[in-house]
């Protein structure tokens, strides 16, 4: 029996060592968990932009609303982290709820315009970021004690109450077009190759273009579906509100866009690697690296300088943006243009990648 | 004016008597079926570099294959047969040398060569999560035979393959040999004017082998040229018109499977076992005028003779007066098989069949 047994481990082991690239992958994915992980969840959140008004009539600057102001840029939750707000000193009312509309900040205060201590001071959040909310409610309160005033303090959630599963259900929407792809679209096109099906192609007339096109739009269907759908259980399951049709457009433009960038990129992965382990070891190492910066699932906010840069090149992370602004907040073109940018940018990169190199699988 | 002037040549030429109005056209479709070579290979050589190592597999081959007929390529593994297909069906580029199929050079016109040919590759290219008709109408799709003839068509090699009733199976659930039918026909799908079987039966039981070979033998009636690359002799023995041996890379012959016969130098082999030996017997044997030559084998002496059937009472006596008790006796024309072991001293028992071989893209 040990004899047996002895003889497989051996194999495995052998196997195991004579494929360095395996070797690196089995020590790069615990190292990640511990890195990323650790680092995208949970982080304290620091810099929340905001904004601080003092209510019409004005006259002049009240000692609450500049005490106010000192208070919340020096509070801190912790007191070695950064200061938690980063405040915008607004000149009326209109500019800083146009700034909180196009997303520049994530809150604003309203300041009486006399020191009453019975008139209230207005809070205006933007309750589509998981916890920031709850942080911004807390921290506000806590700085205006701290300067002594007494006035009782009026929080409105700009949009709504949006619970967990509809902030997290929009991510799970990039997610699902991420994950589908990377493994259902990857696998199969290796396994194709390993099948001999591609080569099959290659002793009949058709274009290599053809088996480009067709490759890559068969990927970026189904990829959209699995995105449409996850989008579909979010408004009838999870509650979310589509508000116009030109918002329900946008989504699917976002997930076109984003299911075509995927695939593509897919396909050149999918081409550079010719075992189906070395590819999902690779694949299972970046779509949870994406997924994990994309705060899908925990505000960017939250994360070290060092992990955001991975946001500003994750594509992931502009797709869950702007899914957010649209189904969560309303807003559009005007505010998403630029994640709609990204992601163009993104895609065409992609589609040129995916093209050239599985072309190079072809000659 | 000229044309029926060449035409009445032509038709005294071969001297075959028809009704008058359709004997021109049979004949000039005659001429052209007994002239024209639909594959010209030339001077065709293939050689593999890997890091310092330097592998040729094939060697400056050139031959031609004769419209209509089923042409077979045979040696052992690694003979380079497979590659000369991949060359011939536009999958590799020869290193050097040039291969016509018709008019198109494999090269240069290999997308034109693609639109002509039908290929049955040694590694299965069947999608077998996919039912038996849907792989066919894909590849229907994909060789480009029409929308509107396709699923006729379909149909029609269904039955051909006697797979009607499996239509609408997954592949994945069919035997070895109906696997194999079902890509023979797939390949013949938009009725290519040259159909490229490689390796057809391997690993098929000796059952479902007669079937595909009743398969191509009908596939053939269809005028189609077939070119077929085996190391089965009796396979080759059977289906082909004309054979061409290929060992290390080199076409060693090519012939009909009778006139390779007669190549041999020897009539007949003669066999004879025995328990003790005398090297005495050996050398009278070796000296009479019929004999080409002598082996001596695992208890057996292998004798090459012309006109065996004749020397072996002499033989026979020979053992008698030497007193060497003959076990048994065997006297039989030689096989391809012989013909091959004569012409490269190989033996192709020694060869064991290929493991499937993915040939992918991938470069980590």
Known sequence: MLRGAIAIFRRDFKKFTSNPFMLIMTLAMPIMYLLIFGNAIGGTITGIPIGAVQEQPYVHETALYSAGIDQLERFHTQPDKPALFHVRVFTGEPMAKKALADGEIMAYVVFPSDIEPARTIRLYMDSSEYTVPALVQSGITGAIAATGAKNPIEAVNVYGVIDYLQFFGVGVIVMAIFMTTMFGGGLALIRDREMGIIEGYFVTPVKRSSIILGTIGSGTVKAFFAGFIIFLIDIFIAGVIIRSPDDFLLVLLVLFMTSIGVTSLVVSLASRFSSQQEYSSVIAFFSLLLFMTSGAFYPVLGMPSWLRWITVINPEFYAVQALRSIILRGQGISVIWFDLLALAIFSAGAIALGIMTYRRTLE | ?364
């Open chain 2, 1 to 364: 004016m000229a044309e029926p002037d060449q035409g009445q040549v032509n038709n005294k030429g071969t001297g075959t008597v028809k009704k008058p109005d359709k004997r021109g056209q049979e004949t000039d479709n005659l001429v052209i079926a007994r002239d024209e070579n639909i594959i010209r290979i030339e001077h065709i050589s293939k050689i593999f570099r890997t890091g310092h190592r330097e592998v040729i597999a094939v060697n400056d081959v050139s031959f031609d294959v004769k419209k209509g007929e089923i042409f077979g390529l045979l040696g052992p593994n690694g003979a380079g047969k497979s590659t000369l297909i991949r060359i011939l069906t536009t999958l590799m580029k020869p290193t050097s040398g040039r291969a016509f199929l018709d008019i198109y050079e494999v090269t240069k016109d290999d997308e034109k060569v693609r639109g002509i040919i039908g290929v049955c590759p040694q590694n299965s290219t069947l999608d077998i999560e996919l039912t038996a008709y849907d792989n066919l109408e894909f590849y229907g799709k994909l060789v480009n035979v029409d929308d509107n003839l396709l699923d006729e068509r379909i149909w029609e090699l269904l039955k051909m393959a006697d797979l009607s009733d499996r239509a609408h199976s997954r592949v994945s659930t069919l035997s070895g040999g109906m696997r194999r039918k079902l890509e023979i026909v797939r390949a013949f799908l938009h009725r290519p004017l040259i159909l490229f079987l490689d390796e057809p039966t391997i690993g098929l039981d000796p059952e479902a082998r007669r079937e595909v070979w009743q398969q191509i033998s009908m596939l053939n009636t269809e005028k189609i040229t077939i070119i077929l690359t085996t190391h089965y002799m009796d396979e080759a023995e059977k289906l082909c018109e004309r054979i061409a041996f290929v060992d290390h890379g080199r076409l060693v012959s090519l012939d009909t499977p009778a006139n390779l016969k007669l190549a041999m130098p020897a009539g007949e082999l003669i066999e004879l076992g025995y328990d003790q030996m005398n090297d005495s017997i050996i050398s009278i044997i070796r000296n009479n005028h019929q004999v080409i030559s002598v082996e001596k084998k695992d208890g057996i002496l292998q004798i090459s003779a012309k006109n065996g059937s004749n020397l072996l009472p002499v033989l026979i006596a020979e053992f008698e007066k030497s007193a060497i008790t003959i076990t048994s006796i065997s006297i039989r024309s030689p096989s391809l098989e012989d013909v091959f072991l004569y012409l490269t001293g190989k033996k192709f028992g020694d060869m064991t069949s290929d493991g499937p071989v993915i040939h992918s893209g991938g470069s980590l």
